[in-house]
C-alpha cells in the first residue's frame, strides 16, 4: 500500500517540484505564511486575501474575484510546471485529456492552500464582528463561485482542445501541429534529454477520482508522435497566456471604471501568474541558456532604463515639466537664502500671527500647534478622530486657537482633511467637521486603484496621460492614489495650494507647511504657499556659507515653475509616498530633484512645530499666554524594554538591520524629547505638551457574552479592515488619551473664564 502511494502520480509530482522548483513551491508557501498571518501583518498584507474589498465593501463579490485571481494563479503553476516538466512522463500522451489530467495529479500544494485559506478567511471573518454569520457563508459560496467558474471556463477550453495521442492523429492536427517547427525542435531536443530518464510512477489519478494503473510499455508509439502530443498542449497554453496578458491590458485602458478595480489580493495574484508564465516560457524555449539569457537581459533593461522611453518621471500635478528647469545647486541655495531674505519671510508670517491674534479677539490667546506622525491610512484616520475630539472642546475653541499644524505621511492628509472641512465650515453650515461620516471617507480604500494601476499600467505600458491645469502628465500609481483619495473625500481638497494662501494669511485656518525629504542630499522640501526661509537656516546669518542649509523652500525655489499652481493633493503625496506602492516623485530642476516620505527625518512634526516656536519667541512671549504643543502618534510612546533572548545564527545576521528599522521611531522620539526639553527649558513663555496615542493594546472591547478582548492594531497601509479602523476609533478612549482631552478642557475652560472676567471689567 505505501508503495502504491509512494510512486503515485500526485506524489511523484510533489517530490518532483521540491526537488526541481523549489521556487514556485516558494511562492506557494509565502502565500501560506500570509494567510496565516506569519508575513506582512505589519503593512496588512494578509488583510488584503481574508478581508478583501471591491468598491470600498467586504463582500461575496470581493471574494468571488479573489478567487478568479486564486484561479488564475494555479493554473499558470500548473501550465509552467507542465511546460517544464511534462515530458518526464510521457505516458500523459496517450492519457485522454492529457493536461486535464496533469493538473489533477499535480494538485496537492495548490489544495492544501486552499484548505487553509478557506479556514484562516472563514475563522478570520467569524470573529469580525459581522451583524450575521451569514454573512460569512455569502462570502464563502462568493469565493467558491469563483473557483468554479475560473476552472469550468479553462478546463472547458482544453477539453475541447486538449487531445490525446489516439485523437491527434486522425489527421487534421496532426498536419496543424507540423507547421510549428520551432516548439517542436525544443521539444525534440528536450525528449532526447529525458528519454534515458526513469519516472518511477505506477499509477496516476484519473478524472473520475480512482487510481489507474500507467501502461508499461508504450515505447510502440512514435516518438515524434508522442512530442506532437505535448505540442498541442503546449500552444494551447501559450493561448491562454496571451488572453491573460491582452486582458490586463484591456483592463489598462479603462483602469479609472471602479467597477474594473479589482481586488488587491486579485491584482496580486494575476501578477504573480504573468511572471510564473513567463518563467515557465523562458525556462522552455531557452533551456540551458535560460538564466544567462535573463542575467543579459536584466543588465541591458538597466543599461537602456535612464533613456527617456523607459524612464518617464512620476510628477507633481501643477508643476511646469516643460520650460525651464530649476538649478539645483548649493550656490542657488545661497542665494535664496540669505539675511534678507529670512527677514521677508519672518515679517510677512508675523503678520499672518496678528491677524490670527485679532481673529481670535483676545488680548493674550494661547496658541496651539498640533504635530501629527505618519503611518499610512492607520495614521490617517487617528489624526483625524483626535482631531474631531479637540473640536468638540469649547465648540471648536482648540481648532481656533491652532497656529500651525506639522506631521507627516498619513498624519498630514488627515490634518488636511480636516482644515479643510473647518475653513468650509466657516462659511457653510452644511459641513460639520464633527460628523462621523468624514471618518468613513478619510479611511475608505486607497489600496486597490494603487495595486491595479501596477498591474495594467506601470509594469506593462505607460502611455496614458491627462490634462490639468493646462499641463499634461502621465497616469500612474500616483496619479491612481491623488484620484481615489479625491474620490474618497468627495473632492473638497482637489485645488491649488495657492488657494490656501488668503485662508492662512487672514488667520482663519491654522497654516499647515507640508513637508518632503530630498533623497538627493537629505534636506527637507517645505511646501506651503507662504515662503518660509527662516524653517531651514539660522536667524542671525553668523554662520554664512559655512552653514548647510537644512530646508528649501518650494515656493521660492520653483517659482518658474508654477510653484503655487501645484495640486495640493500632490503636495500631500509628496508627504506620503510610501516604497515601491506610491512612488517617489521628481522635481522640474537641474538635476532632477526626487522627494519621498519625510517620515524617514521627522516622522512626528515636532521638529518643525519647535522651530517655528523658536523663531517667533519674541511675538509669542509679547502677545500670547504660553505655547501649547498637541502631539499625535500612531504609536505609544514609552513601551516594555522587550527580552532579549539568545539569537540563533540567522537572526545575528539580521537584528543589527531589524533594530534599525524597529527602532527608528524611538530614535526620532528621544531626539524630540531633547528638543522639547530645550525649549520648555529656555524660552521666555510656557510651553505645555499634550500628547495622544494610538495605543489599541490598553482598548478593552466588551462583546455580548461579557468577555474581554483587546483590539487588534491597525496595518501600516492604504488600506483599513472593520477591525481594524474599530481599534483606531475606539483609541481615543484610553485613559491616557482621556486625561489629554481633559487636560486641554481645562485650559480651556480657564482661559474663556479670564476672558469672561476680562469682558466684564
Known amino acids: 500500500m505505501l508503495d502504491i502511494i509512494w510512486y503515485s502520480f500526485p506524489v511523484q509530482l510533489f517530490l518532483l517540484h521540491l526537488r526541481k522548483n523549489l521556487a514556485l513551491v516558494l511562492i506557494w508557501a509565502l502565500l501560506l505564511f500570509i494567510v496565516f498571518e506569519s508575513f506582512g501583518v505589519k503593512l496588512g498584507i494578509p488583510f488584503l486575501f481574508l478581508d478583501p474589498e471591491y468598491l470600498n465593501d467586504v463582500s461575496w463579490i470581493s471574494f468571488f474575484l479573489v478567487s478568479v485571481g486564486m484561479g488564475v494563479f494555479t493554473m499558470a503553476f500548473h501550465m509552467t510546471t507542465y511546460i517544464m516538466d511534462g515530458r518526464q512522463f510521457s ?34 471573518q467569524l470573529d469580525n464582528d459581522l451583524d450575521s454569520d451569514w454573512q460569512v457563508l455569502s462570502y464563502f459560496l462568493g469565493f467558491s463561485g469563483g473557483s468554479v467558474l475560473t476552472y469550468a471556463l479553462i478546463f472547458g477550453y482544453f477539453a475541447f482542445t486538449n487531445k490525446d495521442f489516439f485523437v491527434i492523429f486522425a489527421g487534421t492536427l496532426d498536419r496543424r501541429l507540423r507547421k510549428v517547427k520551432l516548439t517542436r525542435a525544443n521539444a525534440m531536443s528536450r525528449f532526447k534529454e529525458l528519454k534515458n530518464q526513469k519516472n518511477p510512477v505506477h499509477t496516476y489519478l484519473s478524472i473520475n477520482f480512482k487510481f489507474v494503473k500507467v501502461r508499461p510499455d508504450i515505447s510502440r508509439f512514435e ?47 494575476l501578477l504573480l501568474a504573468i511572471l510564473m508564465m513567463l518563467v515557465g516560457a523562458v525556462s522552455f524555449w531557452l533551456r540551458r541558456w535560460a538564466t544567462v539569457t535573463v542575467f543579459m537581459l536584466i543588465v541591458l533593461v538597466n543599461y537602456f532604463s535612464n533613456f527617456s522611453f523607459l524612464n518617464r518621471p512620476h510628477e507633481a500635478f501643477g508643476l511646469d515639466y516643460f520650460g525651464e528647469q530649476a ?34 479677539g483676545e488680548e493674550k490667546p494661547k496658541m496651539v500647534l498640533i504635530s501629527a506622525s505618519g503611518g499610512g491610512q492607520r495614521a490617517a484616520l487617528w489624526t483625524f478622530v483626535v482631531l ?33 472641512l473647518y475653513l468650509r465650515s466657516l462659511e457653510d453650515p452644511i459641513f460639520n467637521p464633527s460628523d462621523i461620516k468624514y471618518q468613513d471617507q478619510i479611511s475608505s480604500d486607497n489600496l486597490n ?17 491627462f490634462n490639468y491645469n493646462g499641463g499634461k502628465y502621465l ?46 542630499d537629505g534636506r527637507k522640501l517645505i511646501v506651503s504657499p507662504h515662503s518660509m526661509a527662516y524653517m531651514g537656516t539660522s536667524l542671525s546669518g553668523k554662520t554664512g556659507k559655512a552653514e548647510k542649509k537644512q530646508s528649501v523652500d518650494f515656493q521660492r525655489f520653483f517659482d518658474d515653475q508654477k510653484a503655487g499652481e501645484i495640486r495640493f493633493l500632490s503636495a500631500l503625496r509628496m508627504s506620503a509616498t510610501f516604497p515601491f506602492i506610491t512612488p517617489n516623485i521628481q522635481l522640474p530642476s537641474n538635476p532632477v530633484m526626487e522627494v519621498m516620505d519625510t517620515g524617514l527625518s521627522d516622522n512626528f512634526g515636532v521638529q518643525d512645530a519647535l522651530r517655528f516656536a523658536y523663531v517667533f519667541q519674541d511675538w509669542i512671549r509679547e502677545n500670547t499666554s504660553g505655547l501649547i504643543l498637541v502631539t499625535i502618534r500612531d504609536s505609544e510612546k514609552n513601551t516594555a524594554i522587550p527580552d532579549s533572548p539568545v539569537p540563533r545564527i540567522f537572526e545575528k545576521v539580521f537584528t543589527p538591520l531589524k533594530n534599525i528599522y524597529s527602532n527608528w521611531d524611538n530614535v526620532q522620539t528621544i531626539q524630540n524629547e531633547v528638543l522639547f526639553n530645550y525649549m520648555a527649558e529656555s524660552m521666555g513663555f510656557s510651553i505645555d505638551k499634550i500628547e495622544f496615542e494610538y495605543a489599541p493594546e490598553q482598548v478593552q472591547s466588551t462583546e455580548l457574552t461579557g468577555s474581554q478582548k483587546t483590539m487588534q492594531r491597525a496595518s501600516l497601509n492604504w488600506r483599513l479592515t472593520a477591525r481594524e479602523k474599530k481599534s483606531i476609533l475606539q483609541s481615543i478612549l484610553t485613559k491616557k488619551n482621556q486625561e489629554s482631552l481633559n487636560r486641554l478642557k481645562l485650559i480651556f475652560d480657564e482661559n474663556q473664564k479670564e476672558e469672561d472676567l476680562s469682558v466684564e471689567n
Open 327 to 360: 538649478e539645483y545647486s548649493l550656490e542657488r541655495l545661497d542665494s535664496l537664502v540669505h539675511a534678507d531674505t529670512v527677514k521677508k519671510d519672518r515679517e510677512n508670517t508675523i503678520q499672518i500671527l496678528e491677524n490670527w491674534k485679532k481673529e481670535i
Open 91 to 124: 505516458f500523459l500522451a496517450i492519457v485522454p485529456k492529457p493536461f486535464i489530467h496533469y493538473c489533477l495529479n499535480n494538485s496537492i500544494i495548490p489544495l492544501i492552500f486552499y484548505l487553509s485559506f478557506c479556514y484562516r478567511f472563514i475563522d478570520f
Open 475 to 520: 497616469k500612474d500609481r500616483g496619479y491612481a492614489f491623488e484620484n481615489q483619495l479625491n474620490i474618497n473625500t468627495k473632492g473638497v481638497m482637489d485645488k491649488p495650494l495657492k488657494a490656501y494662501k488668503e485662508p492662512e494669511f487672514s488667520g482663519k485656518i491654522p497654516l499647515m507647511p507640508v513637508t518632503a525629504l530630498i533623497t538627493n
Open 388 to 420: 474631531q475630539n479637540l473640536f468638540s472642546i469649547n465648540d471648536g475653541e482648540v481648532i481656533r486657537h491652532t497656529k500651525m499644524m506639522t506631521g507627516a505621511s498619513g498624519g498630514v492628509l488627515g490634518e488636511a482633511f480636516f482644515r479643510e
Open 449 to 465: 486603484p494603487i495595486i491595479f494601476s501596477l498591474l495594467v499600467n506601470d509594469l506593462l505600458i505607460r502611455n496614458q496621460y
Open 223 to 269: 516518438t515524434a508522435k508522442l512530442l506532437r502530443v505535448f505540442d498541442q498542449n503546449h500552444l494551447n497554453l501559450f493561448v491562454i497566456q496571451v488572453v491573460l496578458i491582452l486582458f490586463i491590458l484591456f483592463l489598462g485602458f479603462f483602469k479609472e471604471e471602479p467597477v474594473l478595480q479589482l481586488p488587491a489580493a486579485m491584482s496580486a495574484m
